[in-house]
C-alpha cells in the first residue's frame, strides 16, 4: 500500500516577472505588478511529498532526516535569501514564476531521490497561491 | 508535464439544511441544528484549482488576475453576504450543503474556463469541515 | 507572577447590521452589505484568556475542563446555529457587530468567573478581522 | 460525480521509535532523537476523507455527525492521552511511526465505512511533517 | 469600556539590510544572509489594531471599509511589489528591518487616525517572525 | 518608543500531570486524562516575544540569530524529544502542566537576556490551549 509522507521548508528570496522578448508595455500589461523593474519577493513555503511503501524494518517511507537535509542543501542553499533573476543559474533565461520555480524544485529534488519513490511539490507563493507537480 | 494553480478566495453566507419532502421531525433528526429555522452561516473558505501545462511565453499556467477576477465576479458577487436558501437561484430547490455548493461553485467556474484546464475546487465550510470535487 | 490562559472555541452563527432608527438608506450607506436583509453568517472562532495566579498544587491557573464546560454551557449552547437577530435575546435590540458580540460574551462569562481572575476575550468574525475586550 | 467530504480530529500521545531486533547503537543511528527511552509525543492532527457521490434527499456524501463520532469511537477514545507504545494493542509489536499510525487509523476506519466510499487519511504528526494513505 | 478592532492586510516587497556607514565585512556579520547584495523579499502580513469606544449607533468602534481603505491607499499602494530600498521614500536613509517597517507603518496611519483611537500595529516578516508597535 | 520581536520555536515532549501528595482517586478527579500513567505528549509551540528600543545603527531591537540560538541551546536542547518528568531536573518535583512550563523557560530565558529588555513567553499545548507569561 502506497503512503506519502510530506515535510515543509521555507526560503525567502526576490524576483521580477519580465520576457526581454516582449515590449515593456507588454510586459506591464501580462505581469501587472509582479513586472516592477527592482524586484519584489516573497516567503516561498515549500511541501515536498514522497510517496513509496513502508520499510517494515523502520515503519518509515524515507529517512525524513536526509531528506530534511537534502531539501537543505539542495534548495535552501540555493535560493534562500536570493535574487532569482540576479542570483541563480536556473533563472537566466527563465521566468521566476511560481509555475517554474516549483518546476525547477522538483526537478532538482527528483534526481537526487532514489526511482522507486514519486514525488509531489507544493510551492506557497503567498498564503493565497499555491502551485503544485508531480 | 501537468502543474496545478490555487487561488483563495471566500464568502460569508447564511444558510438552512432542510428537505420540504420531509417532516420536520425527520428534517431536525437528519440535518440537526443544520436545520435551525431562521438560519445560520459560515466563512466560506474557496480554493479554486486550475491544471494545465505552462506557457513557454508567460511562465503561467492560467493568468491569476484573470481567475481572481473570474471568481470574484461569479462566485463571490453571487454568493457574498447572502442567505443562500432565500436570495439565490441556484438554492430554490437545492439544499445548500457544503456539497452542493461546492458542486454548483464547480459547475459555473467550469463554464468559464477553457476546457484544456481541469478545474478541482475546495471549499471549507468550516476551518474543520471541508469539501472537494474535481 | 500572573499567568494567562487561553481556551479556543466557536459557533456558527447568522446575523445583520441594521439600525432601526434609521432610514434604509443609511443602513445601506453605513453597514454595506452587512445590512442584506436576509441575514448572511460566519464562524465565529473565539479566544477566552483568564489570568491569575498558579495553584501551586494544581500546577493550574484554572481548571481547563471547567472552563470549556462553561463555554460551551453559556457561549456555545446560546449562540451557536442560530440566528443572532432573531433567535437570542441579547441581541433584540443591541446591533449584533462583531464589537457587540464580543462585549455580550465578555459580560456573560465575568459574570460566572471568580473575581479574582481577569477575563479578556478575542471574537474572530472572519479569518481576517477580529474584535477584543478586557 | 464523485464528492470528498473531510472531517478534522486530533488526539495527543506519547510514542518512542525502537526496534527491538537492532542494537541500541543501531536505534539510536536510525531513528535519532525519536529513540530517547522514555518517550516524547506529539498533537496528532487527523484529516479523514471519504468519497462517494452526493444523496440527493440530503445533499450529502455522509453524515458528518455519524463519521464525528465513528472518529471519536474507533480512534480518539483509543488513542488520545496514551502512550501508543505501552498502552495501545496495535502497537505492541508494530514501531509507532507516522507512516504506521496512518495506516493503522486507516485500517479501523476502513472496516467500518460502507463498501461504496472511499478512505483517504492524512495525519500530521507535527504541523512541519504530515503523511498519507488511500 | 475599550474595545480593539483589527483588519489584516499583507504586501509583497523586496528589501536589504546595509548599513552604508560600515564596512562590506560589518554588514556580512551583523545582518547575515539578509546582507545579500541582490536583495532578496517578504510577504508582510501586516494586522492594524484599533481602539476605542463603542458608537451605540453604529455598534463599532470604525468603520472597517473606512479603515481598510485607508490601509489599502497609505500602505498597500505605498510598499506593495516595491524594492523598499529602492523605491520608498521612507528606506532612503532608514534601514528597512522589520521593526522599522513596523515604526513607519505605524507613523503613516497614527497621522491619519482620529486622536481619540490607539493604534497598535503587528507586522509578520515570515510566519515565524513578527514585530510589534504601539 | 517601544518595539517587541517574538521568534517562534518549538519542541515535542511527553509529560504526565500528577501530584504525589494526592490519592490516584484525586489525581484522576483532578487531572483527568492528562493524568494516564504512562504519558502522552504534545507539540509544545513556542513565541519569544522581546521588547526594548529599536538600535538606530542596525535597525533591530535584538540580534533575532542570536536569539534563536539562545532558545535552541537553553529551551529546545533541554526539552526536545524529552519526557518532562523523568528526564528533566526542572519538573522532579514540579507538575509540568503548560503553566508550569511557560513559567520555567521563561525564567531560563530571563535569566539570559540583559536587563534592558522585557520579556514575554507564549507557549501552545495544543492549537486550542495556550498560556502566557510576562
Redesign the interface.
Given at each position: 500500500?502506497?503512503?506519502?509522507?510530506?515535510?515543509?521548508a521555507?526560503f525567502?528570496?526576490?524576483?521580477r516577472?519580465h520576457?526581454p522578448?516582449w515590449s515593456d508595455e507588454k510586459n506591464r500589461e501580462?505581469?501587472?505588478?509582479?513586472n516592477?523593474p527592482?524586484?519584489?519577493?516573497?516567503?516561498y513555503?515549500l511541501e515536498v511529498?514522497v510517496t513509496g511503501e513502508?520499510d517494515p524494518?523502520?515503519?518509515?517511507?524515507v529517512?525524513?532526516?536526509w531528506l530534511a537535509q537534502l531539501i537543505k542543501r539542495e534548495i535552501e542553499l540555493r535560493f534562500?535569501?536570493?535574487?532569482l533573476n540576479?542570483?541563480t543559474a536556473e533563472f537566466q533565461s527563465?521566468?521566476?514564476?511560481?509555475?517554474?520555480i516549483?518546476?525547477i524544485v522538483w526537478r532538482i529534488l527528483r534526481g537526487h531521490l532514489p526511482e522507486k519513490f514519486e514525488l509531489h511539490i507544493r510551492l506557497y507563493e503567498?498564503?493565497?497561491?499555491?502551485?503544485?507537480?508531480g
Open positions: 500500500m502506497k503512503v506519502s509522507v510530506t515535510r515543509r521555507h525567502n528570496a526576490a524576483h516577472l520576457n522578448a501580462v505581469f501587472g505588478l509582479c516592477s527592482n524586484f519584489h519577493g516573497h516567503n513555503e511529498r513502508i524494518e523502520t515503519g518509515m517511507v529517512d525524513l532526516g534562500d535569501h536570493k535574487n540576479l542570483d527563465l521566468i521566476p514564476t511560481a509555475e517554474n516549483c518546476l503567498t498564503p493565497r497561491n499555491f502551485v503544485e507537480i
